[in-house]
């Protein structure tokens, strides 16, 4: 018992150190339960029942203890990663860790985190091998410790003998079963013991490899050597360059070889995308060969479709640099010098025009920098190589920069461009004139960094740029084929879609090169530092712990929520719900609360994000409960009344509906309020309260219908039955007016100079509706006309009781010229005779 109790300690004590926090966090107050708890004797009416219960338990423990033997599996692994750890740790101590290169250390630091990596997983299956074996050991523990009670309680009073031999048989199998834990449990915890003495290791290389490279970058301004006039070159300098490259290559080849036997899961990931491209760029290739332009061809293109063995060596070689960060330097260094010629292939034509002959000084002067590794037996040598390269390098950008001193016109769309190139060219060149002073005096360290850094960041911006030019080209093509245009995103919104996707190519090119030229210029560690240090500093409020990291996770994290929020909404409206038979309004209800619980969610996710835990969330809830208590009641009813919207649906998008005086059209339903698009043009933000608590008119809710009324009066000698025997014929030879419910034309009454009648006709065209009331009146006037009916309009007599002698001479003067006008006698001149 006392071996099996030391063997669970231990085992507690290692799964607390292998185990994370929060994982210590959740298990400890189980146990501390477990222990106030203590042991309980059984019942004696329960000891046959749990004495049979027990003895499974046992038996089968006694089971999985002799069949289960993962440390087969995990000792191998462990001697691999403690056999790499071991190596590294012969070949270099720390105080010789200053005298490599600085790109060595780099190597060797992506080394050791590939091994932390590698350990990680392995420390993670063995927490997952220990844990049934110590949940097994916990519980036989306690099962034993009840027994042992309940033999105590049973020797105090009297007890069937054979209740008492049968306490004892089961006690005696627990203590089999603890036995038999004891073989897998000591070597899960010698195990445990030896990893933890590699991951010790593993951290003291890290620190010895990052001790080292800030040794190397605080000693970039101080001369390292002597002037390159006086310098020399020495057998044991040359001896100590050829074994440090020896070292060096050794090193790199069992990297390689033990990174490429991980088999990790980004490796697979790379390696089915590049048997796949292949052959779906022969495929685009033929197909592009036979099909019709569709007009998202270009120059650039046709190149990369015409060329896809070099397209596909390309994107192979951009996918280990992107799927593939951490791996060894020396595979990374072999993917850009694979993609060279399908660089100069496949960069678009228009990039002659701008960039003139650099993609070729830039892939020479790239080739030549990798080639420098020949001379590096001699330290001598090495330096007068990197001086020539320099030299040259500075030449062939003064001579670029007077080619190009032509700026090209404004209204040039690549000016812009252009002149962010020229600004580009000339910061390298003061940057290459900079390493070769520095070279000349003695600092050959941060010589060779400046000329690296000018000529590997110029040749990485080649290599993106004709990458970005195969991904859209691809992207189009996709786009653009034929089971492509049933989607109806790919047919209505292609161009925006393609114009984003390049917008975001182009973003992850240029933070790809930023970071890249930062890292070859020895300034990202350094900036990454002051901004890790500025990002984690916290202020703390009580219980809350605020830091402007924290906000900037929360920030990004509410970002990315907000635009995933309206691309799966935009996705739902666009392409899935309106291929669906969906009741009226659903598509939009079910769109828009999407919209808004994926913004909840993308809440919550960011503030988890940002380190806020549910507890210290109470105080925000309860104040902003305080706030919807005062003064914001109208915010939760617009909130509440747009979820009753989006449920009842008595409005959607489209319709036609009128409240408060305001009429147009529904434009968008929001939580809070209502978009209304008036006919004028204007748009009109309505609270959903308000469309819940007025009176809301309709015009399209159950369908497109609108009635068509005109009134219209007649001559009295016009005959009403011939009337709306006419005006039924026009309303039913109008176009787009219904033939059900039939048009029917009343007889309304006698007016004052009119026989007057109504029209009340049908359409279902109601965004069409006023110029179909508008061709049905010109039918009825032309109709009226030509039937030589009569239309009156409103007549009046003027009775004079008095006038002067002038006036009603003028007017028995015109009497005579107006008679013959008259149409019925001077009754109905409207002219009386004057009176006196």
Same mark, same amino acid.
């Given at each position: 018992m006392s071996r099996i109790s030391a063997l669970l300690a231990a085992l507690l004590c290692l799964?607390?150190?292998?185990?994370?926090?929060?994982?210590?966090?959740?298990?400890?107050?189980?146990?501390?339960?477990?222990?106030?708890?203590?042991?309980?004797?059984?019942?004696?009416?329960?000891?046959?029942?749990?004495?049979?219960?027990?003895?499974?338990?046992?038996?089968?423990?006694?089971?999985?203890?002799?069949?289960?033997?993962?440390?087969?599996?995990?000792?191998?692994?462990?001697?691999?990663?403690?056999?790499?750890?071991?190596e590294k740790a012969k070949l270099f101590v720390s105080k010789d860790l200053r005298t490599l290169p600085v790109m060595r250390l780099e190597s060797l630091d992506r080394h050791w985190k590939f091994d932390a990596r590698q350990y990680a997983r392995w420390q993670s299956d063995l927490r997952q091998a220990s844990a049934p074996f110590g949940e097994d050991a916990a519980e036989l523990a306690r099962r034993r410790a009840d027994w042992d009670a309940t033999k105590v309680a049973a020797q105090a009073g009297s007890l069937a003998s054979a209740l008492d031999d049968?306490?004892?048989?089961?006690?005696?199998?627990?203590?089999?079963?603890?036995?038999?834990?004891?073989?897998?449990?000591?070597?899960?915890?010698?195990?445990?013991?030896?990893?933890?003495?590699?991951?010790?290791?593993?951290?003291?290389?890290?620190?010895?490899?990052?001790?080292?490279?800030?040794?190397?970058?605080?000693?970039?301004?101080?001369?390292?050597?002597?002037?390159?006039?006086?310098?020399q070159d020495t057998q044991r300098d040359s001896e100590s360059a050829l074994d440090s490259i020896r070292t060096g290559l050794e090193i790199e080849s069992r990297f390689v070889t033990q990174y490429t036997a991980a088999d990790l899961g980004n490796q697979r990931a790379l390696h089915w995308l590049q048997m796949l491209l292949l052959p779906l760029l022969i495929w685009l290739g033929l197909r592009a060969r036979k099909r019709a332009p569709t007009g998202l061809e270009n120059a650039a293109s046709e190149r990369v479709l015409r060329r896809p063995?070099?397209?596909?060596?390309?994107?192979?070689?951009?996918?280990?640099?992107?799927?593939?960060?951490?791996?060894?330097?020396?595979?990374?260094?072999?993917?850009?010098?694979?993609?060279l010629v399908p660089v100069l292939r496949l960069l678009p034509p228009d990039s002659k025009r701008l960039l003139g002959p650099w993609p070729f000084v830039a892939t020479g002067l790239y080739l030549l920098e990798r080639l420098g590794f020949v001379f590096l037996a001699s330290t001598l040598m090495y330096r007068w190589y990197y001086f020539g390269l320099t030299l040259l390098a500075l030449v062939f950008m003064l001579w670029l920069l007077w080619r190009s001193r032509r700026p090209l016109p404004q209204s040039d769309?690549?000016?812009?461009?252009?002149?962010?190139?020229?600004?580009?060219?000339?910061?390298?060149?003061?940057?290459?004139?900079?390493?070769?002073?520095?070279?000349?005096?003695?600092?050959?360290?941060?010589?060779?960094?400046?000329?690296?850094?000018?000529?590997?960041?110029g040749y990485l911006g080649l290599v993106l740029h004709a990458a970005v030019t195969v991904f859209n080209t691809l992207l189009q093509l996709l786009i653009a084929h034929r089971s492509s245009s049933r989607f109806r995103l790919a047919r209505e919104h292609a161009a925006p879609i393609?114009?984003?996707?390049?917008?975001?190519?182009?973003?992850?090119?240029?933070?790809?090169?930023?970071?890249?030229?930062?890292?070859?210029?020895?300034?990202?560690?350094?900036?990454? !530092?002051? &901004?890790?240090? *500025?990002?984690?500093?916290?202020?703390?409020?009580? /219980? @809350?712990?605020?830091?402007?990291?924290? %906000?900037?996770?929360?920030?990004?994290?509410?970002?990315?929520?907000?635009?995933?929020?309206?691309?799966?909404?935009?996705?739902?409206?666009?392409?899935?719900?309106?291929?669906?038979?969906?009741?009226?309004?659903?598509?939009?209800?079910?769109?828009?609360l999407s919209y808004y619980a994926l913004l909840l969610i993308g809440l919550f996710v960011a503030l988890a994000a940002a380190g806020f835990k549910v507890g210290q969330l109470a105080f925000l809830f309860g104040a902003l409960g305080v706030g919807i208590g005062f003064g914001l009641q109208n915010v939760v009813n617009n909130f509440v009344s747009g979820l009753i919207l989006m449920f009842?649906?008595?409005?959607?998008? !489209?319709? &036609?509906?009128? *409240?408060?005086?305001?009429?147009?059209?529904?434009? /968008? @339903?929001?939580?809070?309020?209502?978009? %209304?698009?008036?006919?004028?043009?204007?748009?009109?933000?309505?609270?959903?309260?308000?469309?819940?608590?007025?009176?809301?008119?309709?015009?399209?809710?159950?369908?497109m219908s609108r009635r068509v009324d005109i009134d219209l009066g007649v001559g009295y000698g016009s005959e009403p039955s011939q009337v709306i025997a006419l005006l039924t014929r026009i309303c039913t030879q109008t176009p787009h007016v219904a033939k059900s419910p039939a048009p029917v034309v009343l007889f309304t009454g006698l007016g004052a100079s009119s026989l007057n009648f109504a029209i009340r006709a049908w359409t279902y065209d109601f965004?069409?509706?006023?110029s179909i009331r508008s061709e049905l009146l010109t039918r009825v006037h032309a109709a009226l006309r030509e039937a030589g009916i009569e239309m009156p309009f409103p007549q009046q007599d003027v009775h004079l009781r008095s006038m002067s002698k002038e006036v009603s001479a003028l007017l028995m003067q015109s009497a005579p010229d107006r008679s013959g006008e008259a149409r019925g006698g001077d009754a109905e001149d409207g002219v009386p005779s004057p009176t006196g």
């Open positions: 799964s607390g150190i292998l185990a994370a926090p929060v994982a210590t966090a959740q298990t400890a107050p189980t146990l501390v339960e477990a222990k106030e708890k203590g042991p309980t004797a059984i019942p004696v009416a329960d000891i046959p029942i749990r004495a049979d219960d027990d003895e499974r338990f046992a038996q089968d423990v006694i089971a999985r203890a002799g069949t289960q033997d993962l440390s087969k599996d995990l000792a191998p692994r462990l001697d691999t990663i403690e056999r790499s750890v071991n049968r306490i004892g048989s089961v006690v005696a199998r627990l203590k089999q079963a603890e036995q038999a834990l004891s073989s897998p449990l000591e070597k899960q915890i010698a195990l445990g013991r030896r990893g933890n003495a590699v991951q010790a290791r593993i951290q003291a290389g890290q620190k010895g490899v990052n001790a080292a490279i800030d040794y190397i970058d605080s000693r970039l301004v101080k001369l390292d050597a002597p002037p390159l006039w006086a310098a063995l070099s397209s596909w060596i390309l994107l192979s070689m951009m996918g280990v640099l992107v799927f593939e960060p951490d791996a060894p330097l020396l595979a990374h260094q072999i993917a850009m010098l694979v993609a769309p690549a000016a812009r461009m252009s002149r962010i190139i020229h600004a580009i060219a000339w910061g390298a060149t003061f940057v290459l004139a900079a390493s070769a002073v520095s070279n000349i005096v003695g600092n050959v360290s941060l010589a060779e960094m400046l000329t690296a850094g000018v000529v590997d960041s393609l114009g984003g996707l390049n917008n975001l190519l182009k973003i992850a090119a240029i933070v790809g090169w930023v970071v890249f030229a930062m890292s070859r210029f020895r300034i990202f560690r350094p900036v990454y !530092g002051v &901004v890790e240090s *500025i990002l984690t500093y916290s202020v703390k409020f009580g /219980e @809350i712990s605020l830091s402007l990291g924290h %906000i900037l996770v929360f920030a990004v994290s509410v970002f990315i929520a907000y635009w995933t929020a309206r691309t799966v909404r935009f996705l739902l409206q666009e392409q899935v719900l309106p291929k669906m038979s969906l009741p009226r309004g659903v598509g939009n209800s079910v769109a828009s009842e649906r008595p409005i959607q998008p !489209g319709d &036609v509906v009128e *409240i408060t005086g305001t009429a147009g059209r529904v434009r /968008e @339903i929001g939580m809070r309020a209502t978009t %209304i698009k008036t006919f004028d043009g204007a748009d009109v933000v309505v609270p959903n309260g308000t469309l819940l608590s007025e009176k809301l008119t309709n015009w399209t809710l159950l369908d965004d069409n509706w006023t």
